[in-house]
C-alpha cells in the first residue's frame, strides 16, 4: 500500500488516529502478514504531519504485536497469533463460538482428580530445600515401579516426557529421517499429521475399520518402504475405534514380513479409556515404542506422557533431552505418582471413565433412535457421518453447536470431508437430546 493510499484512509492525524487505521487494516486483513509500510518521512509527508507523530504510531502499533521494526529495512505487519498455530490445528480452531462447544477434544475438567490434596501432600514430603543434580535419572523411582506395574509388555527402559505429541516427536527424531515414509491411521489426529509435516515426512495412509488399522493396508503401505508404523491402539482420535486382540495379532503377523519397521503406539486415553489395553509390544518386543499420556485421565496441565521401548531408542531419546528441557519437573512427576496411589484420585479416574463410557453411549442411542447409527467407541471423541461438511457446520452453528470439521483429520484429502468429530466427553445429559436432533438435522442431504 502506498503511502498516499494509506494517507487517505486515516481518519485523523493523531498518532492514535493513524495507529488505529493500521490495526483495524491488519484485522480486515487489507494489509497482511509481511506487508512492508510506508517510511515514517513518507506517510508523514502524505499526512501533512511530523516524522515524530507517524514514529510514534508506528511504537504504538509495535507495543501491540501488530507490526516489527527493522531500522533501514523498514516496518513490516507480523502474522497475527493464528498463524503461530500449525495448519491442521489452525483448522480445527477455526470455528465460530457457540453456545455449546463440543469441538476442542479436551476432557471434562470437572473429571479431573483435584490436584489440591495432592500438591499440598507433595509439598509436605517434599521441602523446598531438597535440590535435583542435572545428570540425576529423569524418572522419579517411584513413578517407574507404578509405570511398570501396568505397562502392556516388559518395555527395555521407560521415561517420561511433556505429552503425548512431545513424545511421538522424540521417538520419531530417533527412528527416522527426513523424506522417510511413515504409515499413519486415516482419519488420524491433525497435530500429529502437522508434526509428520514439519519433520519432513512422507506419510502413507492406512485406513481402519471397526476393528482397527486393516492389515491389506498396512501390507500396501509396508511395500511403500515406510520405516515406522504410528498406531493409535484404542480410543482412536477421531474414531473411537479400538483394536482388537485378534486384529493386533494379524497387524504384528504382516509387520514380521518387514523386520526392520519400528511401530510407535499413542495410547493417548490411557486411563479413561474403556476398552482393554491392546499393544504389539508383547507380539513385537523389540520394536515397539508404546506411549500413554495422562493428560485426558489427570489433567493436560501435569505435561507427562510416558515411553517405553526399545533401549537403543529411549537411551538416545533420554540423551537428546538432556540437551534440551533435560528432564520433565520431578515435582509434577511426584504428584502424578501421588494421583496414581491415592484412593480419591483413582476413584476419580474411574468414575470419569464411567461418565464417559455413558455420556458416549447416551448420544450414540440418540442419535439411533433418530436413525443416525454411530458407533459410541472409546475415548471421549465420536466421528459422525454428514452428507456435506460445510452444510453441517453451518447448520450446527445456527444450533448453537460447535463442533470439529472432519477434513483436517485426512491424511488422504481423497477421502476428506462427510465427516464431523463430536468431543462426547463435555456433553451433559440435559443436552443429549437436543444435540442428537440438530447432528441428525446436519447430516442430512
Given at each position: 500500500?502506498?503511502?498516499?493510499e494509506?494517507?487517505?484512509?486515516?481518519?485523523?492525524?493523531?498518532p492514535r488516529?493513524?495507529?488505529?487505521?493500521?490495526?483495524?487494516?491488519?484485522?480486515?486483513?487489507?494489509?497482511?502478514?509481511?506487508d512492508?509500510?510506508?517510511?515514517?518521512?513518507?506517510?508523514?509527508?502524505a499526512?501533512?504531519?511530523?516524522?515524530?507523530?507517524?514514529?510514534s504510531?508506528?511504537?504504538?502499533l509495535?507495543?501491540?504485536?501488530?507490526?516489527?521494526s527493522?531500522?533501514?529495512?523498514g516496518?513490516?505487519?507480523?502474522?497475527?497469533?493464528?498463524?503461530?498455530?500449525?495448519?491442521?490445528?489452525?483448522?480445527?480452531?477455526d470455528a465460530?463460538?457457540?453456545?455449546l462447544d463440543l469441538?476442542?477434544?479436551?476432557?471434562?475438567?470437572?473429571?479431573?482428580?483435584?490436584?489440591?490434596?495432592?500438591?499440598?501432600?507433595?509439598?509436605?514430603?517434599?521441602?523446598?530445600?531438597?535440590?535435583?543434580?542435572?545428570?540425576?535419572?529423569?524418572?522419579?523411582?517411584e513413578?517407574?515401579?507404578?509405570?511398570?506395574t501396568g505397562?502392556p509388555f516388559?518395555?527395555?527402559?521407560?521415561t517420561?516426557v511433556?505429552g503425548?505429541?512431545?513424545?511421538?516427536?522424540?521417538v520419531?527424531?530417533?527412528?527416522?529421517g527426513?523424506?522417510?515414509?511413515?504409515?499413519?491411521e486415516?482419519?488420524?489426529?491433525?497435530p500429529?499429521?502437522?508434526?509428520?509435516?514439519?519433520?519432513?515426512?512422507?506419510r502413507?495412509?492406512?485406513?481402519?475399520?471397526?476393528h482397527g488399522?486393516?492389515?491389506?493396508?498396512?501390507a500396501g503401505?509396508l511395500r511403500?518402504?515406510?520405516?515406522v508404523v504410528?498406531?493409535?491402539?484404542r480410543?482412536?482420535?477421531?474414531?473411537?475405534?479400538?483394536?482388537?486382540?485378534t486384529?493386533a495379532r494379524e497387524?504384528?503377523?504382516?509387520l514380521?514380513t518387514a523386520?526392520s519397521?519400528?511401530?510407535?503406539?499413542?495410547?493417548?486415553s490411557?486411563e479413561?479409556?474403556?476398552?482393554?489395553?491392546?499393544?504389539?509390544?508383547?507380539l513385537l518386543?523389540?520394536?515397539?515404542v508404546h506411549?500413554?499420556?495422562?493428560?485426558k485421565?489427570?489433567g493436560?496441565?501435569?505435561?507427562?506422557a510416558?515411553?517405553?521401548?526399545?533401549a537403543?531408542v529411549?537411551?538416545r531419546?533420554?540423551a537428546?533431552?538432556?540437551?534440551?528441557p533435560?528432564?520433565?519437573?520431578?515435582l509434577?512427576?511426584?504428584?502424578?505418582?501421588d494421583?496414581?496411589?491415592d484412593?480419591?484420585?483413582?476413584?476419580?479416574?474411574?468414575?470419569?471413565?464411567r461418565v464417559?463410557?455413558?455420556?458416549?453411549r447416551?448420544l450414540?442411542?440418540?442419535?439411533?433412535?433418530?436413525?443416525?447409527h454411530?458407533?459410541?467407541?472409546?475415548?471421549i471423541?465420536?466421528?459422525?457421518?454428514?452428507?456435506?461438511e460445510?452444510?453441517?457446520?453451518?447448520?450446527?452453528?445456527?444450533?448453537?453447536?460447535r463442533?470439529a470439521?472432519g477434513r483436517p483429520?485426512f491424511?488422504d484429502?481423497?477421502h476428506?470431508?462427510?465427516?464431523?468429530?463430536?468431543?462426547?466427553?463435555?456433553?451433559?445429559?440435559?443436552?443429549?437430546?437436543?444435540?442428537?436432533?440438530?447432528?441428525?438435522a446436519?447430516?442430512?442431504?
Amino acid at each position: 500500500m502506498s503511502p498516499q493510499e494509506l494517507a487517505a484512509l486515516v481518519e485523523g492525524r493523531s498518532p492514535r488516529a493513524i495507529a488505529a487505521t493500521v490495526a483495524r487494516l491488519v484485522h480486515t486483513g487489507d494489509l497482511l502478514p509481511g506487508d512492508r509500510l510506508p517510511t515514517v518521512r513518507q506517510l508523514a509527508g502524505a499526512l501533512g504531519v511530523s516524522p515524530a507523530t507517524v514514529g510514534s504510531a508506528w511504537r504504538t502499533l509495535a507495543t501491540a504485536g501488530l507490526v516489527i521494526s527493522r531500522g533501514r529495512a523498514g516496518t513490516s505487519v507480523l502474522p497475527g497469533p493464528a498463524s503461530r498455530v500449525p495448519p491442521r490445528y489452525r483448522d480445527l480452531a477455526d470455528a465460530p463460538a457457540a453456545r455449546l462447544d463440543l469441538a476442542g477434544g479436551a476432557p471434562d475438567p470437572e473429571l479431573l482428580p483435584d490436584l489440591a490434596p495432592a500438591l499440598a501432600r507433595v509439598a509436605r514430603r517434599l521441602p523446598a530445600t531438597r535440590t535435583t543434580g542435572y545428570l540425576d535419572d529423569p524418572v522419579v523411582p517411584e513413578l517407574e515401579r507404578l509405570l511398570r506395574t501396568g505397562w502392556p509388555f516388559r518395555a527395555q527402559r521407560l521415561t517420561v516426557v511433556d505429552g503425548a505429541v512431545d513424545a511421538l516427536s522424540r521417538v520419531l527424531e530417533q527412528v527416522v529421517g527426513f523424506g522417510d515414509r511413515v504409515a499413519v491411521e486415516d482419519p488420524g489426529f491433525p497435530p500429529l499429521l502437522d508434526l509428520l509435516d514439519h519433520l519432513g515426512l512422507d506419510r502413507v495412509a492406512v485406513p481402519l475399520d471397526a476393528h482397527g488399522p486393516r492389515p491389506d493396508a498396512l501390507a500396501g503401505a509396508l511395500r511403500s518402504g515406510v520405516r515406522v508404523v504410528l498406531l493409535q491402539p484404542r480410543a482412536h482420535n477421531p474414531t473411537g475405534v479400538s483394536t482388537t486382540p485378534t486384529r493386533a495379532r494379524e497387524l504384528a503377523t504382516v509387520l514380521r514380513t518387514a523386520p526392520s519397521v519400528w511401530v510407535v503406539e499413542d495410547d493417548h486415553s490411557g486411563e479413561v479409556a474403556s476398552s482393554r489395553d491392546v499393544s504389539l509390544g508383547p507380539l513385537l518386543p523389540d520394536r515397539v515404542v508404546h506411549v500413554r499420556s495422562y493428560s485426558k485421565s489427570h489433567g493436560p496441565d501435569l505435561r507427562i506422557a510416558a515411553v517405553g521401548g526399545p533401549a537403543v531408542v529411549l537411551d538416545r531419546l533420554v540423551a537428546r533431552r538432556m540437551l534440551g528441557p533435560g528432564w520433565t519437573s520431578r515435582l509434577l512427576q511426584h504428584v502424578l505418582v501421588d494421583l496414581l496411589t491415592d484412593t480419591q484420585a483413582v476413584e476419580a479416574v474411574a468414575h470419569a471413565r464411567r461418565v464417559y463410557h455413558g455420556r458416549r453411549r447416551a448420544l450414540a442411542a440418540a442419535l439411533g433412535r433418530r436413525g443416525l447409527h454411530v458407533p459410541p467407541g472409546d475415548g471421549i471423541n465420536m466421528w459422525v457421518p454428514v452428507h456435506d461438511e460445510p452444510t453441517a457446520l453451518a447448520r450446527l452453528e445456527a444450533a448453537g453447536v460447535r463442533v470439529a470439521r472432519g477434513r483436517p483429520f485426512f491424511s488422504d484429502l481423497a477421502h476428506a470431508g462427510g465427516f464431523v468429530r463430536v468431543t462426547v466427553g463435555v456433553l451433559r445429559s440435559e443436552d443429549v437430546e437436543s444435540v442428537a436432533t440438530a447432528l441428525v438435522a446436519a447430516a442430512q442431504p
